[in-house]
């Protein structure tokens, strides 16, 4: 099948002219395309489509070709999977159906299914190569092997490739990899190390499809053409912001077991949006086609773009995304995934020309509109006192529309009151007639409008430039790492932050509306509300609380879920009640994960809490500084007290660092909780106390052998801990048992034993801790999920 496609290929040489532009990076002869994946989803729907029309462009060059797709089927299985996909191809529009239907069909024989599972397939495929190349008298000019495989695939076909595939002769070797490249940096670092054993630096072209977006490939271009109108107000003195926003109407359904590991910061943020924001604020080379030069100077711009702080971010997550993962990933009820589908983050570049100026970076999932974008807003000076709509009111703005959106096709608008833009490239051409639509708070007749000639696909543009050996258009490992080194301490610092839950499309509304101020981002409405009839009727009707007792006094069973909401309603009812009698409301909080899912609905759900009024204690707390993850103070703030409007003064953490140290006896910080409990709490009772109970049955910071008699009347004492951080300070039981009302909360198929045991045993506080809790004059009530209940 090889001998008649030569043939073919002969004829056509023959009837071409052969004006094409050559790189030299390209040679002549023979080139063996080999698709790794060859049959997977990302091949079908654009590389094939892609290598198609590399080879249709290229039929009149000096270049052979024969493709191979690979996969782990067997070769009888893959053949007809690989002849479907390749039969979808698709010629451009000027292509006659004629002649479309000669270019598929050589194409066709050209190609061919291999399976690719072990050493010996490499090793036979490249035999192959070989023996066909010999018998054609062909010279060889490159192997390209683009990888559409997962990640954790890359490092043994890479030494594969290595150990087997190169080429002997002078001829070129390309691997063509896709994200992820790691999910952080120390994680791409080890990726990019295994990689470097197999391949060089030179030969790896890893793939971000943002940079083969014609839009995104002319930025570097369009500010070389535009620097006599750029060069002056690109800068802080006239820059107002800068956005980058990829949004998307889509959900992650059916892709949940890898995008929960990922979210929209590793998907969309680390990669795309910051490649886009480096080309706006790289320093223009001197040479666009030196890849070295560019790249020298993207990495200048990682280099002084300031660290991401926390403050520096909001996340959110679609609603229904809780139950797809829960679904998908096979959880229970109570498994909580706080993977954000939506992120806003703020970025500054710490120099001379772009100090101060804010650089949005946003993208999410289930938005309202499907749309990606650049936009450079300058400030604006002129004050109209009349004329609002003068042209020079108006934002002055640049917008790189990638596309999608209301305008539908790739441009590039620049507002009028700018400057007009003078292309000479014959790709682009200026648009004039449009449909009338507003495009970022400008009707686009107010905009000078540059739309390319000829559409074309990313992958297409990427695929070409492979072929090419232009590596500009690729992530360096270089600026992989450093992309990896900006993204990474953001990551982790927003790893235990709740996301705010939207309702997802036009129904988000405002709500997912940011507001920059001073070097910090927040959502800028400070409150949710999303009622249970929107919560996508998974909950409530199913599931009924079932009440009962345990250890002879009340208890509340439920899914967990309905258990929390039924606890935080109690809690708030208990609020609204001691307000109402005592004008404030004293409650007393655990620390621990089994609250979380608690603090969480009351931040979201509870909007007419007397937060105002509501003085927040600490049940217990571990002996560490609070600004550490493991205090519970630390994480009380992060979950509940940071979303709710509590006055600070009425906020009272366990002072367990004084002087310097941490819980020294001496230093009297148990005591001094304990005047402060005596001062504000009437009769030192609690109006609420929430408590968990661990493993060991034990509560607040009371661990079984404890000898809890010791504390006598004090309310406040410092106890040791089995497991570390081993000092703690908690509320006693005196301290406990004088509250009007005490919950215990109980959830997962992990405390079942430990509920099991504790219906049986009889009071007992230095064995079973949880059994001292007796409120001599309040209620104490059992909260127990079905998990823990029917184990
Ligand atoms: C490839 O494999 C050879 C051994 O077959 C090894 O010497 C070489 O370092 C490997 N890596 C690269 C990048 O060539
Ligand atoms: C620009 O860079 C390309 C690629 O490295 C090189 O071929 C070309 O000669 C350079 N042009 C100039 C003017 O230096
Ligand atoms: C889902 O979990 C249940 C219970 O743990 C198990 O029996 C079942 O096999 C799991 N299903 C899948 C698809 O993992
Ligand atoms: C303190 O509590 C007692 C007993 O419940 C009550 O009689 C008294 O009015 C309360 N004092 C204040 C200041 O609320």
Redo the contacts with the bound molecule.
């Keep these: 099948m090889f001998v008649t496609a030569l043939l073919l290929l002969v004829t056509l040489c023959a009837q071409g002219g052969s004006g094409e532009k050559r790189d030299?990076a390209q040679r002549p002869g023979h080139v063996s395309v080999v698709i790794v994946g060859g049959t997977g989803d990302l091949a079908k729907k654009y590389l094939w489509q892609g290598f198609f029309e590399l080879y249709v462009n290229q039929v009149k060059g000096a270049n052979t070709f024969s493709f191979y797709g690979g996969g782990l089927t067997p070769t009888d299985k893959g053949t007809p999977v690989l002849f479907e996909i390749l039969k979808a191809v698709s010629c451009s529009k000027d292509v006659s159906k004629e002649r479309c239907a000669v270019l598929k069909d050589q194409f066709l024989r050209l190609s061919q299914y291999r399976q690719l599972k072990t050493l010996e397939d490499y090793q036979n495929l490249v035999k192959n190569i070989e023996q066909e190349l010999q018998q054609e008298g062909m010279t060889e000019a490159g192997r390209l092997f683009y990888l559409s495989v997962p990640a954790f695939a890359y490092a043994d076909i890479a030494d594969n490739i290595n150990s087997s595939c190169r080429p002997t002769s002078r001829a070129w070797l390309r691997v063509v990899l896709e994200k992820p490249f790691g999910h952080d940096f120390r994680s791409a670092q080890v990726l990019a190390s295994q990689l470097g054993n197999s391949l060089k630096d030179e030969e790896m072209y890893r793939i971000d499809h943002y940079l083969g977006k014609q839009v995104v490939a002319k930025i570097l271009p369009f500010r070389e053409e535009h620097k006599k109108f750029l060069d002056p107000i690109w800068n802080k003195q006239h820059i107002e912001r800068v956005e980058i926003l990829l949004k998307e109407t889509l959900d992650v359904k059916g892709r949940i077991p890898f995008y929960d590991q990922y979210g929209v910061v590793r998907d969309v943020l680390q990669n795309h949006l910051t490649e886009v924001m480096t080309l706006l604020t790289m320093r223009l080379p001197?040479?666009?086609?030196?890849?070295?030069?560019i790249l020298q100077n993207k990495l200048q711009i990682f280099s002084s773009l300031l660290p991401v702080g926390k403050n520096q971010a909001v996340v959110g997550q679609y609603q229904a995304y809780q139950t797809e993962v829960q679904q998908e990933l096979n959880k229970t009820k109570d498994h909580v995934s706080l993977t954000p589908t939506f992120a806003a983050v703020l970025a500054y570049i710490d120099d001379v020309q772009y100090e101060g100026v804010p650089i949005l970076l946003i993208s999410g999932k289930m938005l309202d509109e499907r749309v990606g974008y650049a936009r450079i807003l300058f400030k604006n000076d002129v004050f109209c006192l009349q004329n609002h709509n003068s042209v020079h009111c108006k934002p002055k703005q640049i917008v790189f529309h990638f596309g999608h959106g209301r305008l539908q096709y790739p441009a590039i608008l620049v507002s009028k009151n700018l400057f007009k833009p003078v292309s000479k490239d014959s790709e682009w051409k200026e648009v004039t007639e449009h449909a009338d639509v507003d495009v970022l708070g400008l009707p686009i007749s107010d905009y000078y409008v540059q739309t390319p000639t000829k559409p074309r696909e990313a992958y297409s543009e990427l695929i070409s430039h492979i072929f090419a050996g232009h590596k500009n258009s690729f992530i360096s490992t270089e600026n992989l790492l450093a992309s990896w080194g900006l993204w990474t301490p953001l990551l982790s610092s927003l790893a235990s932050s709740f996301p705010r839950i939207y309702p997802g499309g036009a129904d988000n509304g405002d709500l997912l509306d940011i507001h920059v101020k001073g070097r910090e981002i927040s959502y800028n409405s400070e409150v949710v509300i999303i009622n249970n009839d929107q919560m996508g009727g998974t909950s409530a009707n199913g599931f009924q609380v079932m009440q009962g007792k345990f250890r002879s006094v009340e208890m509340v069973s439920a899914w967990s879920e309905e258990l929390v909401n039924r606890l935080a309603a109690d809690i708030q009812e208990a609020a609204e009640a001691a307000v109402h009698k005592d004008g404030v409301f004293h409650l007393a909080l655990s620390g621990g994960s089994s609250p979380l899912a608690l603090y969480f609905r009351l931040a979201l759900h509870h909007f007419s809490f007397p937060w105002r009024k509501t003085h927040v204690w600490m049940v217990d707390e571990r002996c560490v500084p609070m600004t550490e993850l493991e205090s519970n103070f630390h994480s009380l703030h992060d979950h509940l007290l940071q979303h709710v409007r509590i006055p600070y003064y009425n906020i009272h953490p366990m002072p367990v660092q004084l002087n310097q140290r941490l819980c020294v006896e001496e230093d009297g910080g148990a005591l001094m909780y304990e005047k402060e409990v005596s001062k504000l709490v009437n009769g030192s009772s609690f109006h609420f106390v929430l408590l968990g109970v661990g493993y060991d049955s034990h509560t607040a910071s009371l661990f079984p052998g404890n000898k809890v008699d010791e504390h006598g009347e004090s309310l406040v004492a410092l106890t040791e801990s089995p497991i570390k951080p081993h000092q703690r300070m908690t509320l006693t039981f005196s301290a406990i048992n004088r509250a009007h009302k005490v919950a215990v909360l109980v959830m997962g198929k992990g405390k079942h034993e430990l509920i099991t045991q504790l219906s049986r045993v009889k009071d007992n506080p230095d064995k079973w801790p949880v059994t001292g809790v007796k409120p001599t004059n309040g209620k104490l009530v059992w909260y127990i999920d079905y998990n823990a209940l029917i184990g």
């Design positions: 030299e001197l040479n666009l086609s030196s890849s070295e030069e």
